[in-house]
């Protein structure tokens, strides 16, 4: 009999691709049993219907719940989801709404203790937020995955930063509250690892041939016109089933929240007994090779 892990992806789809590439490898996983989706980021709603429509051209009907589309403190950032232009070329639900992320996240959490895998793969204000409510939650997860941060000072220096480090800098202090809560296993990804992950479409051609992926490709096509395809979230989805593909660091994880240059920056410290893992190396080509066996 095949094991299954029950999953809760948090998500701001609708913008980078790998979102999308993410939440297609989730539904074609024979040993995910996708719990729920829930929506972070500027226009929170139309990101679950982005969602919705590629669950539904996978033939899959996985609960969906709109979340904060705006992060804990003000803020003159609002990122919309460019993607979401493409939604009239695929059928997706409408009514989506807001702000009801947090109950169902703590709800199913509750329901199952021990045995939800949480995969954030976008800012962190639902997460924070469900921490907050219920201060108990983090231990009752089975783990918690997330792709956030930078860990190489030689990436912290490009041009980029600190805003390239997106999921931690759209957030800060919600992802200052993540990295101050405790959760079984607590493993993130970084750009230090995912940035090795750029796959050029001409590089596998058939990747987009099936009606699940070209709807991927539909929605991601505003960001592949103006940045390459790279993999970020999709590694920390397929550690959760195959976490040789990484080799990893344990040690503590401090968020910046005070220094303007700095937003969000994630510093690492190893320490064999710290509450935190970090992804230190991936084996391209094997995760490649285990991505495309799935969705393809």
């Known amino acids: 009999m095949r094991t299954t892990k029950k999953v809760l992806l948090d998500t701001d789809i609708g913008g980078d691709i790998d979102d999308a590439l993410c939440l ?59 993607g979401a232009s493409r939604l009239s070329n695929w059928e997706h639900g409408t009514f989506f709404p807001s702000y009801q992320a947090v109950d169902f996240m703590r709800k199913v959490i509750r329901d199952h203790p021990h045995e939800i895998s949480l995969l954030a793969v976008g800012q962190l204000t639902n997460v924070a937020v469900l921490f907050l409510t219920d201060p108990e939650i983090p231990m009752l997860l089975k783990e918690l995955h997330v792709m956030s941060g930078v860990f190489s000072q030689e990436l912290e220096a490009s ?27 607590h493993i ?9 992950l750029v796959l050029q479409k001409d590089e596998r ?24 395809m790279t993999f970020h979230d999709p ?26 240059d700095r937003w969000g920056m994630m510093s690492f410290r190893e320490d064999g007994n710290g509450l935190y893992t970090i992804a230190s190396s991936v ?12 969705v393809c």
Not at 238 to 254: Q, S, T, W
Request: charged share 20%; net charge negative.
């Open 24 to 82: 297609a490898y989730l539904l074609r996983h024979p040993s995910c049993e996708l719990m729920g989706i829930t929506t972070v980021s500027g226009e929170a709603e139309r990101r679950a219907m982005v969602a919705d429509a590629i669950c539904r051209a996978a033939g899959r009907h996985i609960p969906i719940m709109a979340g904060a589309d705006k992060p804990l403190l003000p803020s003159p950032v609002y990122p919309t989801p460019d």
């Open 235 to 260: 590694l920390a989805a397929a550690c959760l089933f195959e976490p040789g593909l990484c080799k990893y660091r344990r040690g503590l994880v401090e968020v910046d929240t005070v220094h303007v």
């Open 159 to 185: 041009a980029d930063m600190p805003m390239g480090n997106w999921n931690s800098w759209a957030d800060p202090h919600a992802s200052a509250i993540v990295y101050n809560t405790q959760a079984p296993i």
């Open 205 to 228: 051609p058939d990747l987009f041939r099936s009606r699940l992926m070209r709807c991927v490709e539909d929605f991601g096509t505003p960001w592949l016109e103006r940045h390459h």
């Open 188 to 196: 993130t990804y970084g750009l230090n690892v995912t940035t090795q």
């Open 283 to 294: 084996d391209r080509d094997a995760f490649f090779a285990h991505y495309f066996s799935v």
